[in-house]
């Protein structure tokens, strides 16, 4: 977005000033840049409140902005839960659904760090099971290594998640089947675990 747009965004009230700001280090480069997303990171560190602010622009119109908004909420989502818990509702809404694939890697990544009620569960279940046959092997990768966490608590899901491994394990990716054998051995020795943070690595 130009400078103009992102002037006019802040007075229409959509954008604060101080999200206006965040913005700035969120803008520029390509979908493999992060711009000054750790500078962002650390500023929301220093006040919680900006949370908000980022969750905003999660939102934004520009989709890198969008992306690297939605990256830094799924990674302070798993060192503080509680913070990100009030903007939950970004992961199940139009965001999941987004034609950039980077942005539903964050997505189902972020979907087991939060609580969840029934409701919004089987929307959360519904993206999870969807995104295991994504065309992207990174977002098939994280969102079965999502639904494997969430077949802890509800083992009708089990079979889904077998299915997808079985898929995983064939000759297709050698990066996939080792994937497999992560997440086989994870639901082997998590039975009585069935929140957990730690992932696996892509």
Same mark, same amino acid.
């Given at each position: &977005? ?19 700001? $965040? ?6 480069? =390509? ?15 220093? %006040? ?11 939102? %934004? +119109? =520009?989709?890198?902005?969008? &992306?690297?908004?939605? =990256?830094?909420?799924?990674? $302070? ?45 089987? #929307?959360?279940?519904?993206?999870? *099971? ?9 977002? #098939? ?10 077949? *802890?608590?509800?083992?009708?899901? &089990? ?10 394990? #064939? ?29 696996? +690595?892509?």
């Amino acid at each position: &977005m130009a400078i103009g747009g992102e002037r006019r965004l802040a007075e229409s009230g959509r954008v604060s000033a101080a999200a206006a700001s $965040l913005r700035s280090l969120l803008s520029g480069g =390509d979908r493999r840049s992060i711009a000054r997303s750790i500078q962002a990171r650390a500023l929301v560190e220093e %006040d919680r409140g900006r949370v908000a602010e980022l969750a905003e622009l999660a939102r %934004d +119109s =520009d989709w890198l902005v969008s &992306m690297r908004a939605i =990256d830094l909420l799924e990674k $302070l989502a798993q060192e503080h839960p509680g913070w990100i818990q009030p903007h939950k509702s970004l992961f199940i809404g139009p965001l999941a659904d987004s034609d950039e694939w980077e942005i539903r890697l964050q997505v189902v990544r972020a979907l087991p760090l939060l609580d969840w009620s029934p409701r919004e569960r089987k #929307r959360v279940i519904e993206i999870v *099971c969807r995104d295991a046959e994504h065309p992207r092997k990174f977002v #098939r990768a994280w969102a079965l290594d999502s639904l494997a966490t969430f077949a *802890c608590t509800d083992r009708s899901l &089990m079979k889904v998640v077998r299915r997808g491994l079985e898929a995983f394990e #064939r000759p297709e990716s050698k990066a996939l089947q080792t994937r497999a054998r992560q997440i086989r051995k994870r639901i082997e020795n998590d039975q009585d675990k069935p929140r957990r943070t730690t992932r696996i +690595s892509v």
